[in-house]
């Protein structure tokens, strides 16, 4: 019998699976291909916060910076590389949102001055992590197993996973692959990415975040990415994705901004972001709609519902709809999570999956 059971070996997955190890319980983690397989093994892995005005995620994202940056840099400083990031304005409304950025964050800030770029820019402390080796490390300690997890029963006081494996409790981090559980107020949607690795003779010291992200030059190689592509996904589209698109928009792009002299790509690098439909992560338990549905909906169809008045699956959790920030938001995340299944701490609202479920009742 494990204490938890976590379906997904990516950077949700493994950042959950790295606190319930901490707290000493028994961890298995699932993947269908590997760890890091999906969209995290694609991920460029820039840690940055979100330069916008205002607004729950922008705050979301800050915290989660803050906190992710000490996390990778206390507990990982081996495959987390420090970097100063730079991120210029693509147009000037990106301009107007830095511009307010800098005279509200608490973030210190290089001199405006202290690179000579024409556009506004805004210019932090930050980092890059190493993709798979961090979901790797992330889950040293648990027990990992190469299976399709695709049947998941309740019985008695314990989950059992594809009529094998017993678990105590369950977190869903499958990303934006076919969902295991059929709840239909959960949905998320799949943002196809593609980045590259090249080898330049151009000098870069620094992470660039402009039209397109781009790493410092480490030993001749940087990192290019990514595009967003929402008419691609691996599992419903009927052609295969042509990687020769992905690579002239990606050194057209950067290009852009950096003059890149003997470039010749190494590595292409693909996978599925997953993200939810108001753009904030999914965390915590799951509705039951079917079981909150059979006691009537006076509860539900309220201007403000009570989500504690909803029937949920029993210790079953989900991690899911990160976006573009997984590697920062995860540990974040996970930290949430952990604390709530282990000391009962309570998970804000504006990240339980409950606030679809509402949502969607109130559709009809
Ligand atoms: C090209 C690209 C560049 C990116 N760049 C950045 C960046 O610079 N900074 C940043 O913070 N974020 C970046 N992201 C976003 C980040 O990668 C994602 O937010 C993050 O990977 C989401 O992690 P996840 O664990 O939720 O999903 P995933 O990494 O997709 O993991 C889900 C896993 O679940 C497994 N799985 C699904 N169903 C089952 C099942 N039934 N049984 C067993 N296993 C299952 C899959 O095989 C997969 O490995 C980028 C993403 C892409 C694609």
Redesign the pocket.
């Known amino acids: 019998m494990y204490d938890i059971a976590i379906?997904?070996?990516?950077?949700?997955?493994t950042s959950v699976a790295y606190e319930f190890i901490q707290a000493g319980k028994k961890v298995i983690v699932?993947?269908?291909?590997a760890i890091?397989?999906?969209?995290?093994?694609?991920?460029?892995?820039?840690?940055?916060p979100k330069f916008s005005k205002a607004g729950e995620l922008k705050e979301l994202i800050h915290d989660a910076f803050v906190y992710s940056t000490d996390f990778y840099e206390k507990n990982f400083p081996n495959i987390y590389n420090k970097t100063r990031l730079i991120h210029i304005a693509k147009d000037e409304k990106d301009a107007e949102d830095l511009k307010y950025y800098k005279t509200h964050t608490s973030l210190k800030l290089y001199d405006q001055n202290s690179v000579n770029i024409d556009q506004e820019y805004v210019s932090i402390d930050s980092g890059i992590v190493d993709a798979k080796n961090m979901c790797e490390a992330l889950c040293e300690g648990a027990k990992f197993k190469q299976?399709?997890?695709?049947s998941l029963v309740y019985e008695d006081s314990y989950w059992v996973l594809n009529d094998i494996y017993a678990a105590k409790e369950v977190v869903l981090?499958?990303?934006?692959?076919?969902s295991?559980l059929n709840e239909p107020c959960i949905k998320l949607r799949g943002v196809w990415?593609?980045?590259i690795d090249i080898k330049t003779s151009t000098k870069n010291e620094n992470s660039i975040h402009h039209f397109v992200?781009m790493s410092p030059n480490n030993g001749g190689v940087m990192a290019i990415?990514?595009t967003h592509n929402v008419h691609y996904h691996p599992e419903t589209s009927k052609e295969e994705y042509d990687l020769s698109y992905g690579r002239v928009e990606l050194l057209e792009k950067a290009t852009r901004t950096l003059d890149l002299t003997d470039v010749e790509i190494i590595k292409d690098?693909?996978?599925?972001?997953?993200g939810s439909f108001d753009y904030l992560p999914l965390l915590g338990r799951i509705v039951n709609s079917h079981e909150t549905l059979e006691c009537g909906e006076k509860n539900i169809r309220v201007k403000k519902p009570d989500f504690e008045k909803f029937i949920y699956y029993p210790n079953l959790y989900m991690?899911?709809g990160?976006?573009?920030?997984?590697?920062?938001l995860?540990p974040y995340l996970a930290k949430k999570l952990a604390d709530y299944i282990l000391k009962g701490k309570k998970i804000e609202d504006m990240l339980s999956p409950a606030r679809f479920f509402a949502r969607w009742v109130k559709r009809g």
Do not use: Q
């Open positions: 379906v997904g070996a990516g950077i949700n997955g699932f993947d269908k291909d890091a397989a999906g969209g995290s093994g694609a991920a460029g892995a820039f840690i940055s299976e399709n997890i695709s981090a499958t990303g934006a692959y076919k295991l990415g593609h980045r992200s990415g990514a690098y693909v996978g599925l972001r997953s991690i899911n990160n976006g573009g920030y997984g590697f920062v995860a």
